[in-house]
């Protein structure tokens, strides 16, 4: 199986295996070639993983270093004057009046920028429901349609935030507003980690509709701790 | 990795791994004003090659700490011939102008032009995975993440208010895909010697 091969590929890494597992695994690893290899890039996205996020502070730091000295080094010789043409000011008029088309004609966001969902991991946790997995692989595969009946069948033995708001995506994915708005008010009244996203999710239901007020009016109640909440900066800005 | 011996330049990219000021002023007063007359007289400004230099020691930057650069060969050659090519490869997506950066390394000797080609192939590995990262769902990028800024998995568990067990096998797997996509990737078979 491939899942039990990656978690023995991170137990040997992490020192956890006993004796004889290891040396096992080691023994398997000089047999097999491809297995090797796998294992060679497991270790190598490690590597990356580390210097992706473990450095990300310093990386900062030396870019934002970097740029001042650059500036440092490049700004003396900056000091050339340049003389403007006619034809110049004509380009800048233009420009000026282009700006002002496009500040005065400002269009509105569109559902389609911002319905972007998380895949959902619905099946990792231990018992594995056939509609549940049903359900996962077609929303990941974005056919909602699909996804909606199994979601159901699973929401009446089990209810969760999580699956319900999967649903609720699924619902307004496949223009079933009203339903999905329920779904997510459902979601709102509780106190799961799923409370912001629904209600995120509403404000996106009316965008949908093109109700611009609502979708302004609902995105403003979202505490901004929210950990998508750059989206909902955005898209307040675009509303504006 | 080259097991030649260390070149006595290493210091430099040792100073750019540790963010250390005076050595990357020294960076550009020493080898920097070859690469501005460079790009400048290959129909790039001045704002350009700031641009390229920039880009250019970023790229040493992560790849010293990733712990992936021994400087064989001097820096000075290496620099240059790193801001060069990447200059080139600009000018060949930006214009429609035929340019040829095909015997850049006949001319340049060998350590160098191996030193450079491990540089360019580290950081092909490095977009490819970034490209890969972004195609992981959300939960997964969230876990590894994690995984890969605090310093243990129970504090991961404790941040994402789920258990330790949950943690550590989404981590496995997410790693394992990721590992299973660039291993799928074509490109990686031919960058992998």
């Known amino acids: 199986m491939k899942e039990e091969k990656y978690i023995l590929f991170d137990q040997y890494l992490q020192g956890e295996l006993t004796d004889e597992a290891r040396l096992d695994f080691e023994k398997k690893l000089s047999e097999n070639h491809e297995l090797a290899s796998e294992f060679e890039t497991f270790k190598e996205v490690q590597i990356q993983l580390e210097t992706k996020f473990d450095f990300a502070a310093d990386r900062d730091a030396f870019t934002a270093n970097l740029k001042t000295i650059s500036k440092e080094h490049f700004e003396p010789e900056k000091t050339k004057v340049i003389s403007i043409k006619p034809w110049m000011y004509m380009i800048a008029a233009s420009v000026v009046l282009l700006l002002g088309l496009f500040l005065f004609n400002p269009s509105k966001p569109g559902f389609e920028e911002y319905n972007q969902y998380e895949n959902a991991y619905l099946t990792e946790r231990g018992t594995v429901s056939e509609n549940l997995k049903q359900a996962e692989t077609a929303f990941n595969a974005k056919d909602y349609k699909a996804a909606i009946p199994f979601f159901e069948t699973v929401l009446k033995e089990n209810k969760s935030a999580e699956i319900q708001y999967f649903y609720g995506v699924s619902l307004l994915e496949d223009n079933q507003i009203q339903k999905a708005e329920t779904v997510f008010n459902e979601i709102k009244s509780g106190n799961s980690i799923y409370k912001n996203k629904a209600i995120y999710a509403l404000a996106l239901a009316k965008l949908k509709q093109k109700d611009y007020q609502s979708c302004k009016e609902i995105l403003l109640t979202i505490p901004s701790d929210y950990e998508h909440y750059d989206k909902v900066h955005e898209l307040l800005d675009k509303l504006d | ?193």
């Open chain 2, 1 to 193: 990795m080259a097991k030649n011996t260390v070149h006595p330049d290493q210091y430099l990219i040792e100073g750019l791994a540790n963010n250390d000021s005076a050595i990357i002023r020294s960076i550009y007063k020493k080898f920097v004003p070859k690469v501005v007359s460079y790009i400048r007289n290959n129909s790039g400004d001045e704002d350009q090659a700031q641009d390229v230099v920039q880009e250019i020691m970023i790229l040493l930057f992560n790849q010293a700490k990733a712990k992936q650069l021994q400087l064989t060969c001097p820096f000075d050659a290496y620099f240059f011939l790193l801001c060069k090519r990447k200059w080139l490869n600009e000018l060949k997506k930006t214009s429609n102008k035929a340019v040829t950066i095909s015997d850049d390394f006949t001319s340049t000797n060998e350590p160098t032009a191996e030193m450079v080609s491990q540089t360019e192939v580290f950081e092909e590995k490095q977009q490819l995975f970034d490209a890969m990262f972004q195609r992981l769902g959300e939960k997964c990028q969230e876990v590894l993440k994690w995984s890969f800024t605090l310093k243990s998995m129970e504090e991961v568990a404790e941040k994402l208010n789920v258990t330790y067990g949950y943690v550590r096998k989404k981590k496995s797997l997410c790693t394992g895909q990721l590992t299973q996509w660039i291993q799928e990737h074509s490109s990686f078979k031919s960058l992998k010697k």
